[in-house]
């Protein structure tokens, strides 16, 4: 989907919610249009997956490269 069109569907989404509604995260509050609180939310939570998702892929690659050093001819297995 090009840009443009997300950005129009956002728009269009943010500007039919402007209803405003208490919000409230930790220890901060406050007011904002519901729109704007939904996509923020979407956002963070998008944020997370992804952070989440990036480490563990991380994670697996040192696993393997740690298992490939180590199956080497002529290396001993603890050595990388």
């Known amino acids: ?5 997300v950005l129009a569907i956002t728009l269009l989404f943010v ?5 405003s509604t208490r919000v409230s995260f930790v ?6 249009p519901l ?3 939904l996509l923020a939310a979407a ?3 998008g944020l ?6 990036a480490m563990r892929i991380v994670q697996l690659r ?6 490939h050093v180590s199956s080497r001819p002529g290396r001993p297995a603890g050595l990388s």
């Open 62 to 67: 040192r696993i393997i490269h740690r298992s």
């Open 35 to 37: 729109g704007a609180a």
């Open 1 to 5: 989907m090009p840009a443009g069109v």
């Open 15 to 19: 500007l039919q919610n402007l209803r």
């Open 43 to 45: 956002a963070l939570g």
């Open 27 to 32: 220890s901060f509050s406050g007011r904002l």
């Open 48 to 53: 997370l997956v992804f952070t989440l998702g």
